[in-house]
């Protein structure tokens, strides 16, 4: 718990910094990779994001086991008070038959969450929060398309958040239930030509006998405003489970607000190997609204001001109104 208790502390320490806008024009999801983003959705927008999938597990030496089932992820995202704060609820449900090698008859028929996370994400330093200040060169293509090497500064965010596990779940080590902490750091580079790179480092069910570290390393590129394709590969290391696992697949933008996309996962080892596909989507409601600057240009303030000045003018032009009125040269020529 000191673990959580630290990165909430965290948290609170950067609410004190100033706001800059994460929010964008068209949606901004985490899928089809399992990664997560540094940046929120914004401020005042839920998102929706999910993904069925089927899976085939196939385990070859000693007890030889085969899984074959199917299950879904999902995700719920909100922006909440600050810019670089978002809730969120995220989860896995499976539901499989195990049979044996050894007696292909005997089957376990299992179905539970594989996670069960609430947690919030807060962005704490953003190196793009200035772009509008690095202004193209209108004079040079080179200029515009040159590797810049402060691109290599990562936005960076922090993540908390709390798992739940039923009793005696299947995909779970004996004895782990309950509530546990998870941690996240968050990074991303926003590199030119469409490519965005993304990396997790996280510490799952912290202070249980299935405390498991992974990292997720990301690579995404656009080819047009609707299509991207992304690899990615995630390390899990735990004394209940260990594995390397590859991901490749592609996502279509429908419209600004609903984005679809599908992707592959294996292994490349036997204990057991892993094959899945899944087919998702991702649905923002959008209710953002950019907060205005209250610069003293009020319609109020301004009618205030110009209310005054043409007051004192009043005064002025009734006091030179009781002075003789002068006589243009023309009048001295006549």
């Known amino acids: 718990m000191k673990a959580i208790k630290s990165i909430l502390i965290l948290l609170l320490t950067f609410f004190s910094t100033q706001a800059f ?23 005042n927008v839920a998102q929706f994001e999910v993904g069925p999938y ?4 196939e385990r070859t030496p000693a007890i030889g086991y085969k899984v074959s089932g199917f299950g879904a992820d999902f995700a719920v ?15 896995n449900y499976q539901s499989d038959n195990k049979s044996y090698f050894s007696n292909l008859d005997n089957k376990d028929r299992r179905s539970n969450f594989k996670y069960l996370t609430l947690g919030a994400k807060y962005l704490v330093y953003d190196p793009y929060k200035n772009a509008e200040d690095d202004k193209p060169n209108l004079y040079s293509w080179k200029a515009n398309h040159t590797f810049k090497w402060k691109s290599l500064i990562p936005a960076i965010a922090v993540y908390a958040g709390a798992n739940f596990d039923t009793p005696d779940n ?21 590199f030119s030509g469409g490519w965005v790179f ?20 990301t690579l995404t590129h656009s080819f047009s405003p609707q299509w991207v ?3 990615e590969t995630q390390g899990i290391q735990s004394d209940y489970y260990a594995d390397n696992l590859f991901r490749f697949g592609g996502a279509y933008l429908w419209g600004k607000d609903f984005q679809l996309d599908t992707a592959l996962t294996f292994n490349t080892k036997d204990t057991p190997s892993v094959f899945s596909v899944n087919f998702g989507m991702s649905y923002r409601l959008d209710f953002h609204k950019d907060k205005e600057i209250d610069n003293g240009n009020t319609i109020e303030e301004t009618s205030k001001r110009s209310g005054k000045k043409k007051k004192k003018g009043s005064k002025k032009d009734a006091k030179e109104s009781t002075k003789k009125p002068k006589r243009d040269a023309i009048d001295f020529e006549d």
Request: one cysteine or more; glycine letters at 8%.
């Open 77 to 91: 995202r909100y922006g909440l008070l600050w810019e670089q704060l978002e809730l969120n609820f995220e989860g």
């Open 170 to 190: 299947p995909y779970t080590a004996d004895a782990i239930e309950g509530f546990s902490p998870k941690v996240m750091i968050a990074t991303q580079n926003n």
């Open 198 to 217: 993304v990396m997790n480092f996280i510490k799952d069910r912290i202070g249980t006998d299935q405390s498991d570290f992974s990292y997720i390393l």
């Open 54 to 57: 089927i899976i085939e597990e």
């Open 21 to 43: 806008c994460q929010y964008t024009d068209v949606i901004n999801s985490n899928r089809p990779g399992v990664s997560r983003s540094a940046f929120s959705v914004g401020t």
């Open 229 to 231: 394709v992304f690899g």
